[in-house]
């Protein structure tokens, strides 16, 4: 059975950056074919995709939040990580990942995080 576990930070000033682990066990984060992503939802709005991890290594974005966005891998942990530059109030949300191969079948439980001074 595979889980993820998200962690990171619940609060994060304006202008800083988010970061965020996503811990996977019972399965490697470099089997094929399966892709790592990071899927927001704010407050009173829908599921967005904001970028994934293959398991070779490449890496995709959100064109919308490319610019901001960056994800990384320790193979040696199995894990993945999320870092969001420049955030504001708009960031604040549930930040969930998940495991893609055809579809979404494992997901982490969600963090909250919140963007506030």
């Known amino acids: 059975q595979v889980q993820l576990q998200e962690s990171g930070p619940g609060l994060v000033k304006p202008s800083q950056t988010l970061s965020l682990t996503c811990t996977v066990s019972?399965?490697?984060?470099?089997?094929?074919?399966?892709?790592w992503s990071w899927i927001r939802q704010p407050p009173g709005k829908g599921l967005e995709w904001m970028g994934a991890?293959?398991?070779?290594?490449?890496?995709y974005y959100s064109p919308s939040l490319k610019s901001r966005t960056s994800i990384s891998r320790d193979t040696s942990k199995n894990q993945f990580t999320l870092q969001l530059s420049s955030v504001t109030p708009e960031d604040t949300a549930v930040y969930y990942c998940?495991?893609?191969?055809?579809?979404?079948?494992?997901w982490g439980q969600g963090t909250q995080v919140t963007v506030s001074s």
């Open positions: 998940a495991r893609e191969s055809s579809w979404y079948d494992y």
């Open positions: 991890i293959a398991y070779s290594g490449s890496t």
């Open positions: 019972g399965g490697s984060i470099t089997t094929n074919y399966y892709y």
